[in-house]
């Protein structure tokens, strides 16, 4: 099921464009991450579907919202530098959160119990929010978000500014919750899309310039190949192999040459009976495959 449904969104500060036409839908219970470089648009996009800013023109559509009816209490939103009452109790902004986004003062209560559990603060909760950690208070932060019940939780660069330590609650709280809600979060560094996303919305220059799976992405753009390091390097050792079998390209990087090649399994095979039989100093035989790193950094070399 579809979420939200976006089509053609632009938006321009004065005369300048900052996001040019943007088309994607999310759907049901995906983690999808809005991934790209400091003011790639990210921030935009999510007060946009957050209702925080006005489009410049095209539409955002939410399932089971109709035209005119308030849409915000499908979603749940959690800026990229949250401010807190510092000298409130992680209970008592919840519970006030609550009452903000229209629960019952009984409902509030029970809903702030079930979250300080889910993000895993129950123990500090009674503390004062100025001596919690970075990754305390987002984690406070995203219950906040989710203080509704919301359909769609946007979380705006959760983990940039946290410690390993930090960042690692953030991430396995992501990965909890994405089990029951739609989340869109936004984030410059690949590894943390990676480890928890199961969709990627590329964004340069305020423009998507890739979307899809993982899996989509890395059977679009990986390519195979086997490196191979020599002791000592010989230009004969490049030669005779990429004459063996269909290589598309080669790279030498320090004592290391890649062979990118079509057909891997068959290069595998053909390449190690062949080193065997020559015995040249071979010191390192690998397959792998292009990193997505690699591949979003000629993307935006382009
Ligand atoms: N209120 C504004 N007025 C004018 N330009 C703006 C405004 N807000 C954002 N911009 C510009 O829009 C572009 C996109 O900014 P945005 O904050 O959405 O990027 P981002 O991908 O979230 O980057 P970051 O990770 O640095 O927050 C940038 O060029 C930024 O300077």
């Not at 401010?83 to 008592?92: I, L, Q």
């Not at 500014?161 to 979060?185: H, M, N, Q, S, Y």
């Not at 993982?214 to 020599?230: G, P, S, T, Y």
């Amino acid at each position: 099921m579809v979420v939200v449904k976006v089509k053609g969104l632009k938006k321009s500060y004065q005369k300048h464009e900052v996001i040019k036409g943007l088309d994607f839908e999310i759907r049901k219970e995906k983690c999808i991450a809005l991934l790209g470089a400091n003011g790639a648009g990210k921030t935009t996009i999510l007060q946009m579907l957050s209702g925080l800013i006005k489009v410049s023109s095209g539409n955002i559509s939410f399932t089971g919202i109709e035209e005119g009816e308030d849409f915000r209490k499908l979603i749940g939103y959690l800026p990229q530098h949250p401010v807190f009452y510092e000298w409130m109790t992680g209970r008592e902004f919840l519970e006030y959160a609550g009452k903000i986004a229209g629960l019952s003062k009984q409902d509030s209560k029970v809903r702030t119990e079930e979250l300080l559990e889910l993000v895993g603060i129950m123990e500090a909760k009674n503390r004062r929010i100025g001596k919690y950690s970075g990754g305390m208070k987002q984690r406070l932060g995203i219950a906040q978000a989710l203080i509704h019940r919301p359909q769609l939780v946007m979380l705006d660069e959760p983990v940039s500014a946290l410690d390993p330590f930090g960042r690692r609650e953030v991430l396995e709280l992501l990965e909890r919750l994405k089990k029951t809600t739609t989340i869109l979060f936004s984030t410059h560094i690949l590894n943390d899309a990676e480890e928890v996303c199961d969709e990627i919305l590329f964004l340069h220059n305020g423009r998507l310039v890739e979307s899809g799976t993982m899996e989509q992405l890395r059977d679009k753009h990986q390519q195979a190949k086997i490196d191979l390091v020599f002791k000592g390097k010989e230009d004969k050792y490049i030669e005779h192999l990429s004459s063996l079998v269909k290589v598309q390209s080669v790279t030498i990087e320090g004592s290391k040459i890649s062979f990118f090649v079509t057909d891997i399994e068959q290069a595998r095979t053909v390449f190690l009976k062949e080193l065997a039989e020559l015995n040249w100093p071979l010191v390192k035989f690998e397959i792998s495959r292009t990193s997505l790193e690699d591949v979003f950094m000629k993307v935006v070399e382009k």
